[in-house]
C-alpha cells in the first residue's frame, strides 16, 4: 500500500493512505540500517498492521524535495514566518532559510507577522525583501489582517510554515483554516516549554493543498559549500553575475563590482548584502578548515 507520513512521534508514524484510512507503523530495519529517514511528507510503501498491531513501512518513494529545517519532505513551498515585533526578528536566520529553499528548489515566501506591534517594523522588513525573489505578506494573525492573501497565495500547495519560536507559526494556520493548534506566548514557551508546537504535522485541507505546522528553531547552518557558490543563492547579487570587473566576483569587497555598485545606488537591500556577506565570511572559514 501506498501512503504520505503526517507524522512521525517516537518512531511511530502516522501514514494517510489514499483512501483516506490512517496508519501507525514503524520503520523496517532495513530503512534505518540504510540510515533512510522517514520524514513527515514522505510518500511511502507499506505493510498496515493487524488486529490492533502496528504496521511496518518498508520503503520511501524519491522526493521532489527535501528541506532539513524544518524536516520535511516534498513541499511546495516554504513560509518562512517571521515577527514585526517579539520574538525580535532573525533575519539572518530568514535569510539562511530562505537559502535552503532555493538550493533545494522549493518556492519560499516571507511572512511578516504580528504586523500590529510595529507597522513600521513590517514596512521596513517587507522593503529588505522586495527582491529577494520570495513574495513578502503582512500578516496579523491576532487580527486576520492580511491573513486572506497569504491563504489565497498558498491554496491547493503542500505548504510549511517554519521560523522562530512564538512568531505565530500556529497561530496563522489557526487563522487561515479554523484549526485549533496549541499556542503561547513567548514566555511560556521559554519558561515552563509549554504551548510550543514540538512535531512537524501534516495536515491535508479541504482545497487538496496541505499545511504543516512545524517546531520553531533559532540555529541553522548552511550546507558546506565553496564560498563562491552561495552568491547563486542571493537572487539581487544574482542579477549582475557576468557583470563584474573580476570573475569569479563573491560581490563583497571586489572593486568595479557591479552587485555592490548597485547597492550603493540603493537597487539591491543594503541589509540584505551585509548579512549575505557575513554568511560568505562565515562560510569561507569553514571551507578553509573543512580538512582540520
Ligand atoms: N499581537 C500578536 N500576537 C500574535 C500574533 N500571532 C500570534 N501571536 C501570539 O504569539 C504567541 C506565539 O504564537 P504561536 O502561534 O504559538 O507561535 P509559533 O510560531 O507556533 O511558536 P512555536 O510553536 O513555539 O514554534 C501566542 O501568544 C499568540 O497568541 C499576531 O499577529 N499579533
Ligand atoms: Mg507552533
Ligand atoms: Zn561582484
Known amino acids: 500500500m501506498e501512503g504520505i507520513i503526517l507524522s512521525g512521534i517516537g518512531g511511530f508514524y502516522t501514514v494517510l493512505e489514499d483512501s483516506g484510512a490512517r496508519h501507525t507503523l514503524r520503520a523496517q530495519g532495513k530503512l534505518r540500517r540504510q540510515r533512510l529517514t522517514p520524514l513527515v511528507g514522505d510518500r511511502v510503501v507499506f505493510r498496515p498492521g493487524e488486529g490492533g498491531q502496528h504496521g511496518w513501512l518498508e520503503a520511501i518513494l524519491p522526493r521532489r524535495s527535501e528541506l532539513i529545517r524544518p524536516p520535511v519532505a516534498n513541499i511546495d513551498l516554504i513560509g518562512v514566518v517571521v515577527s514585526a515585533g517579539t520574538p525580535a526578528p532573525d533575519l539572518l536566520l530568514a535569510d539562511r532559510m530562505l537559502m535552503f529553499a532555493r538550493r533545494g528548489g522549493i518556492e519560499a515566501a516571507l511572512i511578516v507577522n504580528k504586523c500590529d506591534e510595529d507597522g513600521a517594523a513590517a514596512e521596513a522588513i517587507a522593503r529588505q525583501y522586495a527582491g ?55 514566555s511560556e514557551k521559554i519558561e515552563r516549554g509549554k504551548n510550543t508546537t514540538r512535531h512537524c504535522e501534516l495536515i491535508p485541507l479541504p482545497d487538496g493543498g496541505m499545511a504543516l505546522d512545524t517546531p520553531g528553531f533559532s540555529l541553522l547552518e548552511l550546507p558546506l559549500c565553496d564560498p563562491y557558490e552561495l552568491r547563486f543563492l542571493v537572487p539581487e547579487l544574482e542579477k549582475y553575475e557576468g557583470e563584474c570587473r573580476f570573475q569569479p566576483c563573491a560581490h563583497v569587497s571586489e572593486p568595479g563590482c557591479a552587485a555592490r555598485a548597485a547597492v550603493e545606488r540603493g537597487e539591491v537591500s543594503r541589509e540584505r548584502w551585509s548579512r549575505y556577506c557575513e554568511l560568505f565570511e562565515d562560510m569561507k572559514t569553514r571551507w578553509r578548515e573543512r580538512y582540520d
Open 132 to 186: 529577494s525573489g520570495a513574495r513578502v505578506f503582512l500578516t496579523c494573525a491576532a487580527t486576520g489582517e492580511g491573513v486572506d492573501a497569504l491563504k489565497a497565495a498558498l491554496s491547493g500547495r503542500v505548504h510549511a510554515l517554519g521560523g522562530q519560536s512564538g512568531v505565530g507559526k500556529s497561530s496563522l494556520l489557526n487563522r487561515m483554516y479554523g484549526f485549533s493548534r496549541e499556542t503561547g506566548a513567548l
